[in-house]
């Protein structure tokens, strides 16, 4: 059985994304991990063991009441969308978020991470530092969907595809593919084609021969703007889910420019599954 992880802080993002994990394992025919990460304020006397351990388990005690009343909330949505047959469990964890996810992924053999982010709009990289951001580039190699506050789950009929058709991006794509078709949705891939491109029209045909049998459509779109390209593809081909895959950089280049990847997870009012490589 596949396993979701879940991270939530109880906000309203986090349970609008909770209705596309619901969703997502029940397409993969998964179960849900509930993770909720804590941090605790030091004690005034940190040198001083029983104070320190009194403070914790008080605190602790309190996160595990508050994380029992909105597990109940959780379950009650999934009674409300007929899934309440889905399994669930849930983990509470002190310290800071993004360890927790890697810790979580490594012992549970997680398959998926559905996450909620608040996003925001254009392109200014307001975001960039936050939790489902710092994720992205995290060392995390599943997949993960980022679901904006702004998106409504309805039936997944269209999935995007983003590629440069590089020889690896072909196993990411029969991932998206298979998803497809559990959910008898179509798949249309996307490649900007700039002036500096380096593929070739027989790259171009080999892909297409090899998954001429898939629902998936390739379209190849000559602008040297890739990023309004795509956000013109969202809209006219009225994509439900955008796959993006993320790709390594150098160390100067990760800090001083985020990834393109990166800025979609906050600005688009649709879901985006993150591939990695």
Known sequence: MKKILFPTDFSEAATNAFLYALELAKIVKGEIILLH??????ADNVFDPINYK???????????????EELLKLRSIAGSRNLGH???SHRLMEGYLIPNIQECIKNEKIDFVVMGTYG???WKELFIGTNTGELITAAIHVPLLIVPIK???EKIETIGFTTRFREKDKAALQQVIAIAKKTNAKVKCLYVKTKNTDNTEATFNNWKNQFKNDPVRFYIIPHEDVKETILDFITSQEIDVLTMITFKRNFFDTIFNSSFTKKMSNISDIPILVLHE
């Open 86 to 88: 889905i399994n669930m």
């Open 37 to 42: 990460t804590f941090e605790l304020a030091l």
């Open 54 to 68: 009194e403070t914790y388990d008080i605190l602790e005690l309190s996160k595990f009441e508050q994380f029992k």
């Open 120 to 122: 925001t709009s254009g």
């Open 151 to 153: 998106a409504k789950f």
